[in-house]
């Protein structure tokens, strides 16, 4: 089976940075896309970023360009989000999911769009 669990949220000042881990287990890992989306309460879930097979960024939201960093160590099996700078929207749970189609590339900014999805990891910025 297939398992993604995400870790790394928790409690953060506005300004401060967590970096959350994808850990995958039950598939080749390296030809997988990963994406991280996330929920706020009350509130849709949305895609956040991607990262390719090769290693290709795709930011599905604008605000989160230029201080979310998405990374993947394939011999770990694991993808990183280093998100700096938090601001309370960014308050969610966060969620990684990978895509088994599309040969490798993020696919688009959409849930249905991806097939395997972890528990999500609760990221809460509040001072």
């Known amino acids: 089976d297939v398992q993604l669990q995400a870790s790394g949220g928790g409690l953060v000042q506005p300004g401060g940075s967590l970096r959350l881990s994808c850990v995958a287990s039950?598939?080749?890992?390296?030809?997988?896309?990963i994406g991280w989306f996330r929920q706020a309460p009350g509130q849709k879930r949305e895609a956040v970023i991607c990262?390719?097979?090769?290693?290709?960024?795709?930011y599905y939201k604008d605000s989160v360009k230029d201080r979310f960093t998405i990374s993947r160590d394939n011999a770990m099996k694991t993808v990183y989000l280093q998100m700096n700078n938090l601001k309370p929207e960014d308050t969610a749970v966060y969620y990684c999911?990978?895509?088994?189609?599309?040969?490798?590339?993020?696919?688009?900014?959409?849930?249905?769009?991806?097939?395997?999805w972890g528990q999500g990891t609760l990221v809460t910025v509040s001072s």
């Open positions: 999911a990978a895509d088994r189609e599309g040969w490798g590339m993020c696919p688009g900014p959409v849930t249905y769009e991806y097939d395997y």
């Open positions: 039950g598939l080749t890992f390296e030809d997988y896309p």
């Open positions: 990262i390719s097979n090769r290693d290709y960024t795709t």
